[in-house]
């Protein structure tokens, strides 16, 4: 007699019917009908066709090379992403990693091969055979992970990843102002109020990322209880579209992480100098209009404006770092600062953006004397 989820049954006409799942077209099931004069008889053909089915489907999968995988994993995450993350691994995939496995079949990718991809990728995996930077090979390594567990979780032949390493990454020099550079910016900041100077004074003293600047608008701002709430990032992407007149296009979306999306209280100074200089909530901070600039332009922007007032160059987001030290000496709890630069936790805050100055080493140093002094 069949069983409950079997799908085999009797029909009218005294025959028995079973049917499964063969495959998935557009998301949906597409089944296959199998007859028999007996329920054994059924039930035996539906057993022996699906047998059947997984050697073929075995088979196809052992042939299938790593570009196939690697569009598959793609096709099955873009409907859980950002746009912006999607657009990053497709860039990882098609620039980078497929030149590195040359259409080969995933049960032909053996473990010496794996070895070396990030030393070749190190090497000579950029545009022209130049070396990519540890942090780029680190990130494709990553997205390279991620295909092979989902093609193995799939069922497609695939080796181990023991000798796939992330590369060690180089300890970079983390750009900070200097006190006396900070004051003269502050200073030539004050005595003027264009757009590109509301956005630098604004950036030194909440520390916001270029693209969350860009994004702000006039609607973002509370000067009832002087707070900000930032809910946009502006970022310029590759465009995927078929039709694509571009190569690039600018987007307008949520901030990297829902830690981002956060409320930044405003020192009192700043709240008034942005008062003056407000205009309708629906423009953009950093043009005064309905329409908004992009991160690079600000950039541009903001370099002119180091130059112009005879300040040292300093990368942007040198801006972010400073603030986060100028906040640790002023004795800021951790917490609260990893949650106004937008941090999903200390770690990172205290890892990455703080940077004690050697006065401030100085300083704390001096406390240490002997006991019996």
Not at 205 to 211: L, M
Request: net charge positive; aromatic share 10%; proline share 4%.
């Amino acid at each position: 007699m069949p069983r409950t989820g079997e799908n085999i049954f009797k029909r009218r006409d005294g025959r028995w019917e079973a049917r499964y799942i063969h495959h998935y077209e557009a998301g949906k099931a597409k089944y296959r009908y199998l007859y028999g004069a007996t329920y054994s008889e059924v039930k035996a053909k539906k057993l022996s066709a699906q047998i059947d089915d997984q050697k073929t489907y075995s088979k196809v999968k052992s042939l299938a090379a790593f570009d196939e995988a690697a569009f598959l994993w793609l096709k099955d995450i873009k409907v859980t992403v950002k746009e912006s993350t999607y657009t990053r691994y497709y860039r990882s995939i098609v620039k980078y990693l497929i030149p590195q496995f040359k259409g080969q079949p995933l049960s032909k990718i053996d473990q010496q091969y794996f070895s070396g991809v990030t030393e070749r990728l190190l090497k000579s995996g950029g545009a022209g055979g130049k070396p990519l930077s540890a942090k780029t090979v680190s990130d494709i390594i990553c997205v390279l992970k991620m295909i092979m567990k989902y093609a193995a979780e799939n069922g497609y032949p695939c080796p181990p990843l023991n000798g796939l390493k992330y590369p060690q990454k180089e300890m970079k020099t983390i750009e900070i102002l200097t006190e006396e550079n900070r004051r003269n910016i502050e200073r030539q900041l004050i005595s003027s109020e264009d757009t590109t100077t509301l956005g630098v004074i604004f950036a030194m003293f909440t520390g916001v990322r270029i693209g969350e600047l860009c994004g702000l608008k006039w609607g973002d701002f509370d000067f009832s209880q002087n707070f900000v709430t930032i809910r946009r990032t502006v970022e310029r992407i590759t465009d995927l579209s078929p039709d694509a007149k571009a190569k690039t296009k600018v987007i307008i979306t949520e901030p990297k992480t829902a830690a981002s999306c956060r409320k930044i209280p405003l020192p009192d100074f700043l709240a008034q100098y942005l008062s003056r200089n407000r205009r309708s909530p629906e423009c953009y901070l950093l043009t005064g209009s309905s329409k908004n600039t992009e991160p690079h332009q600000f950039y541009v922007r903001y370099q002119k404006f180091l130059t112009k007032n005879g300040l040292e160059q300093y990368s942007f987001h040198a801006l972010r770092h400073t603030f986060a030290t100028v906040c640790v000496e002023n004795g800021f709890d951790a917490k609260a600062l990893a949650e106004i630069l937008g941090h999903s936790n200390v770690t990172t805050t205290l890892a990455v953006y703080v940077h004690p100055t050697l006065q401030q080493k100085k300083t704390l140093m001096e406390r240490l004397t002997p006991v019996s002094v």
